[in-house]
Each structure stands twice: as structure tokens, then as C-alpha cells.
């Protein structure tokens, strides 16, 4: 084994490290649960959509090993493991989508409501100032950094949440909205908090939940939404074709239905992944890591990415279940990290 690799290896392991040592056991096909009932052909397209943007361990092999299967099922028993890495958190998996909304290049009374680009000036490495400090200071207006105009402030909330969107605007045309900076804070959920006032049980609160409580309560609604401190700025994304899904944290466009985002300090972006997802809608589906969010944090913490527009939204909205996530690594990198951790 090369030292590049040895060190590739540490650099892995090492990552592993959170507040609660990460336990790693190496899995068989036969533990993976309707593995042989999957569409691997699928998956393994959506492979292909980033992998060779992973550069270290066995991974570029691997890759290049995927031009002209026949066979996507044999491909991935032949050069991958199932790997179990858990954290002792709760598995927790969500959804999320790409909205489409309605919107204006020009600020009109229908249109009042502004995504903003990330300013020059803006400090990098450290938190700058809160949601509540940008909205309240009126810092951000009068600069020419207007993206787009919406008609709704839950609309840009949650697709500062989502990350990306697409806009249908008053002119006839489109445009799509992806993820452009933030302001270095953490994300904290208003539903939590509206659970914690005691208004909804924990069961009772989804996207449609929390959107139609703003609604109907502006003041408190607009003080609620900035108990989430972190404010996402966006950027015009032009070289995604519309047929295409949004760009992911790997700068290629994720897939509905196989996407997902990790926690990227568990799981490599760009690998395989297993997900056994539970609730009311169940499935057991290959998937790759394409893509991260603020709020998915820990071994087992994973958002399921389920496409564009609203009915994947309302599908989104209600996912909030258990089950398990098993990352598929490269033989060696697989046998190295489990050693690594006995």
C-alpha cells in the first residue's frame, strides 16, 4: 500500500471522529434488506454522475471500472462492501425537494420579497450576523444585490433550507436559484421551537404545518422564522439543463429518488450508500451521497432528495422517519476502515 494511500486511509478515519466514537462493522450482500429487488442499473447512472469527482483511495479505480457494465448489480457485489457505521444517535431520515416558485426580476407590490447574492464584504471563516440582524438592519438593501423577487417569506425560507429552486418569472421566462454562501451560522429548527412553546406535538409538525401557522400568525411568524439564526445567500445557476435536477454539494446535478444528502464527516460525498427507510412509506433503495445540508449531521442522518416542484415538496414534508443507512466502500478502503476501528 502506497504512503499517499496509507495517509488517504488515516484522513478517513480520522473523519470518523465525533463526540461519540463511531462504531464501523463490515456487512454482507445478504444483510442488506431487498438489495436484490433494487434497479441498480439506475443507481449506478447516478454513480457515474459524480464519481469521477473522487480522487482519493480505490474510488477513481472503481469508477472506471463502471464504463460498459452489463450488469450493475454484479458491478457493485464485485468492487464494493457494505460498511455500518453508527454514531449511537437515532437514525433520522427527511426529505427535501427543489421548489418552484413564482417570481420577478423587478421588486413590484406583488413582488416584494428579495433572494439575495452573497455581498463581497461579507466575512469568510466565522459567523457574521443573524437572520434576524440582516432582516432587522436592513444591511443587505440597496445594493444591487437582488437576485430575484418572490412574492412569500416562507417561500424563501424554506428554499433556503432546500438550498436551490426554480423560478417561474412574471415575464414569461425561468431561472434557477442554487445554494450562494451563507452566513456562517448554525441551522436551528423553527419546528422544534414550536414544539417547545408548546403550540404542536412533535407528530403533528411538517413543512405544510409550519407554513400555514406563519401564514396565519405574521408577527409571530416572522419571529419564529428567525429563531433560525442561518441565512442562505443564492447565486444564479445557468449551466444546469432544465430536464437536469439542481446542483448538490459536488457541484453535479443530483437525481430525485437516489439522491441524497449526508454528513460528509461519515460518509465519503459521492459513495453508494444503502438506505432501509421506515414510516408510512417505506423503501429500500440504492443511493449515492451527493449532496450535504445543514441540519444533517451523524452517522445515520440522511435527507432524501425527492425532486422538483410541489408534489414532490408535499411528499418531502412528510418524511421524518427511522431505519438504516449502510455506506458501500471499495474493497480495500472498506477492509481498512474496519481494521481501523477494532
Request: glycine share 10%; hydrophobic share 40%.
Amino acid at each position: 500500500m502506497s504512503s499517499l494511500r496509507r495517509i488517504w486511509l488515516l484522513v478517513a478515519v480520522l473523519a470518523l471522529a465525533s463526540p461519540v466514537q463511531a462504531d464501523v462493522q463490515l456487512l454482507d450482500w445478504a444483510d442488506l434488506r431487498g438489495w436484490e429487488s433494487d434497479d441498480h442499473a439506475v443507481a449506478l447512472d447516478v454513480f457515474r454522475e459524480t464519481c469521477r469527482d473522487l480522487k482519493e483511495g480505490d474510488w477513481p479505480t472503481v469508477c472506471a471500472l463502471s464504463d460498459g457494465v452489463t450488469n450493475a448489480r454484479m458491478y457493485f457485489e464485485t468492487f464494493f462492501r457494505p460498511v455500518l457505521i453508527r454514531d449511537g444517535e437515532e437514525p433520522l431520515f427527511t426529505g427535501y425537494y427543489e421548489p418552484e416558485l413564482s417570481g420577478s426580476r423587478t421588486r413590484s407590490d406583488e413582488y416584494s420579497v428579495p433572494l439575495y447574492r452573497r455581498p463581497e464584504d461579507a466575512p469568510t471563516g466565522r459567523p457574521w450576523l443573524t437572520r434576524a440582524e440582516l432582516e432587522d438592519s436592513g444591511i443587505l438593501e440597496n445594493r444591487g444585490l437582488e437576485l430575484v423577487w418572490l412574492k412569500d417569506p416562507v417561500d424563501k425560507f424554506f428554499l433556503q433550507i432546500q438550498g436551490s429552486g426554480r423560478i417561474k418569472l412574471d415575464d414569461g421566462g425561468r431561472m434557477r436559484v442554487g445554494f450562494g454562501g451563507k452566513n456562517g451560522h448554525p441551522y436551528r429548527s423553527v419546528g422544534r421551537e414550536l414544539v417547545r412553546q408548546g403550540i404542536f406535538e412533535d407528530h403533528q409538525v411538517s413543512a405544510q404545518v409550519i407554513r400555514n401557522w406563519v401564514t396565519e400568525n405574521p408577527d409571530a411568524g416572522a419571529k419564529l422564522l428567525q429563531h433560525n439564526p442561518s441565512y442562505v445567500f443564492f447565486r444564479e445557476v445557468s449551466q444546469v439543463p432544465p430536464e437536469k435536477g439542481p446542483l448538490g454539494a459536488m457541484n453535479r446535478s443530483i437525481t430525485g429518488g437516489r439522491s441524497v444528502a449526508v454528513d460528509p464527516e461519515f460518509v465519503p460525498l459521492g459513495a453508494p450508500v444503502w438506505l432501509e427507510k421506515g414510516g408510512a412509506e417505506p423503501f429500500r433503495r440504492l443511493m449515492m451521497a451527493q449532496d450535504t445540508g445543514a441540519a444533517i449531521n451523524g452517522a445515520q442522518r440522511a435527507d432524501v432528495f425527492y425532486g422538483s416542484g410541489d408534489e414532490a415538496g408535499e411528499i418531502a414534508g412528510r418524511i421524518r422517519d427511522g431505519g438504516r443507512m449502510v455506506v458501500l466502500y471499495p474493497i480495500e478502503d472498506a477492509l481498512a476502515l474496519v481494521d481501523a476501528n477494532l
